[in-house]
């Protein structure tokens, strides 16, 4: 099922998991079930634990050893305390990217060979020694020859190759749990994956990273809040990016921003303000809002101006998840669960079918205790954590830009807070949200909406005649035929060609048998070709045994 190679980490993990006390999450995965014993022969899984070390700490060392692409896995679930228990979380959040660096020179060779020429002839000074460096690039500073102060990423030599062959085994690891964990339905592993894949291989196309901090650039030109940084397009390629070097305090720095004078409260009402403006406004929105990322313009400290770096993760909804989404805010600060519930029934969020009366009353039970708390410290953040968590039980399959909304904005209100605990967030929020929903509505906005579709609307109306006259045509014809696909339907043909395979693989094995036993019967020659053909027989047989006799079944029911 699974390459050597890969089956070999899979024993390397289970050797560094079980040393750092993850039985369950060996035996949850089944890691090896064939070779149980292989464990307890296994050499050196002494423990590397103290017994009064928690799960999520034992985890995040774990996570540690095994590797960069690991721990961003781990920083990656951190972000996601709809699926996670909250000490957990909170444990994967300490895990720090920084890795050694590589050499500067190697750095210069990369820089080279990306852009043909040598480092003294493009730019005026070239540092060798990284002012960063993490698990997929690392940053040094330079200067063009006009002067100018700029900053170049570079990717890690042979990253893509490391990370692909990182995820190879991280699907491997899901595929085991979606099998053997009962868990696994409700945490849906295979999907978790697939979605830091995503994240993880947009980040090394550098090229893309210059173009989002571009776009970024351009709505926010002009803005007195958030500063961009220039990309210097000239000396941008895949495996590098050069932008404009920034001197900012950076935000988690609080004790420097106090000292010259910052207004906090202004600083963290327009971080709240800048989250909301991206995504309703301009619906693009950094989405790797960590403090280390974040830089404050303190020149004016009565009006601090942030700065933004690192543009590798980026989020867009589609206007309908917008829509939904602001509908769903406004309705829940409204207490209004029948709202929210119908909203995520209209929306498609949940499955047609889904009760409303059931929907509306599980998001009561969630997101009433949430209003425990006066108006100004109940968090956005949460409120979407409960609600993806609680959809998710009725079958909501959470988008994954629903996924980065959730954890940006649990990054953004956790900045506004550390920078100024009484933030009220939807004081700030609010207005933002219905000035963005009344826009939505009025006339000229649904007008403009509608000349935009309405190239699509007049060739609809243009094939019309025709496409109803071959429909005519063919009912009167009688050759009419409606294409249904329904899931059930689709999971009943998978079973009959599972059995119509298993009984054509069964009927094989018993045929080769009767060969093979012939043959050791008649004593043919060479001997050991009967049994070669017993042996292949069997596995033939096992292979297709009937599974719901030998009562291993998952969670799904599928066998
Ligand atoms: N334009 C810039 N000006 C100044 N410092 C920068 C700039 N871009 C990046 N840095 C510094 O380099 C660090 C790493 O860069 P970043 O783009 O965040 O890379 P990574 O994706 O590895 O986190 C940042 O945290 C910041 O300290
Ligand atoms: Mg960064």
């Known amino acids: 099922m699974f390459r050597p190679r890969v089956v070999l980490r899979l024993f390397a993990i289970q050797r560094i998991l079980l040393r750092h006390g993850l039985d369950e999450i060996v035996r949850a995965t089944h890691l090896y079930r064939p070779l149980s014993w292989v464990r307890r022969l296994a050499p050196g899984h002494g423990r590397a634990y103290s017994e009064d070390e928690s799960l999520g700490s034992r985890l995040r060392m774990a996570l540690v050893e095994l590797g960069p692409i690991f721990v961003k896995f781990g920083q990656s679930l951190s972000t996601r305390p709809d699926l996670l228990p909250a000490d957990i979380a909170t444990e994967l959040a300490k895990l720090q990217d920084r890795v050694p660096p590589f050499s500067g020179e190697q750095a210069q060779q ?38 100018e102060e700029v900053v170049i990423k570079v990717l890690r030599p042979n990253v893509r190759t490391n990370i692909e062959a990182d995820l190879e085994v991280l699907y491997a690891m899901a595929r085991l749990a979606e099998r053997f964990w009962s868990e696994s339905r409700r945490l849906r592993p295979v999907e978790v994956v697939g979605e830091y894949e995503k994240t993880v291989l947009d980040e090394l196309d550098l090229m893309r990273e210059a173009a989002n901090a571009a776009q970024l650039g351009r709505n926010f030109d002009g803005s007195t809040k958030l500063y961009v940084p220039t990309v210097h397009w000239d000396y941008c390629r895949p495996t590098m990016l050069v932008t404009e070097r920034i001197h900012g305090v950076p935000v988690a720095d609080t004790t420097k921003l106090a000292e010259s004078g910052t207004d906090f409260k202004r600083l963290a009402a327009s971080g709240v303000e800048i989250f909301f403006t991206q995504v309703f406004q301009h619906n693009f929105f950094h989405a790797d809002m960590h403090p280390g990322n974040i830089f404050v313009d303190v020149s004016n400290p009565a009006y601090p101006r942030y700065m933004a770096v690192d543009f590798g993760i980026v989020g867009t909804l589609s206007s309908r998840d917008q829509h939904y989404l602001a509908e769903n805010f406004l309705a829940f600060f409204n207490r209004d669960y029948h709202r929210v519930a119908k909203l995520h029934i209209d929306s498609g969020w949940v499955p047609p079918e889904t009760r409303l009366d059931e929907l509306e009353s599980a998001f009561r039970t969630v997101c009433e205790p949430i209003f425990n708390k006066p108006l100004s410290e109940i968090s956005f953040g949460q409120f979407l954590v409960r609600l993806f968590r609680t959809a998710r039980r009725f079958d909501m399959e959470v988008q994954p830009q629903l996924i980065l909304l959730q954890k940006t904005l649990l990054n953004i209100e956790g900045l506004g807070r550390q920078l100024y605990p009484q933030l009220d967030l939807w004081e700030t929020a609010q207005p933002i949200l219905e000035k963005w929903m009344t826009d939505r509505l009025s006339g000229r906005a649904v007008l403009g909406r509608l000349r935009e579709q309405l190239p699509d609307l007049s060739e609809t109306i243009e094939a019309m005649p025709q496409l109803l006259q071959q429909l005519v045509q063919q009912a009167a014809d009688g050759q009419l035929e409606i294409r249904v696909r329904d899931p059930a339907m689709a999971a009943l043909e998978r079973q009959i060609a599972a059995d119509s395979k298993r009984r054509y693989v069964t009927a094989s094995g018993t045929a080769i048998l009767i060969a093979g036993t012939l043959w050791i019967g008649f004593a043919a020659n060479p001997a050991w070709l009967g049994w070669a053909l017993v042996a292949s027989a069997a596995v033939l047989l096992w292979r297709a045994r009937p599974r719901a006799l030998t009562g291993r079944r998952n969670s799904r029911g599928k066998y």
């Open 110 to 147: 990369i820089v080279e060979t990306a852009l043909g020429r040598p480092v003294s002839e493009i730019f005026s000074r070239f540092d060798v020694e990284p002012l960063a460096a993490a698990s997929i690039a690392q940053v040094h500073t330079a200067a063009l020859e006009s002067g």
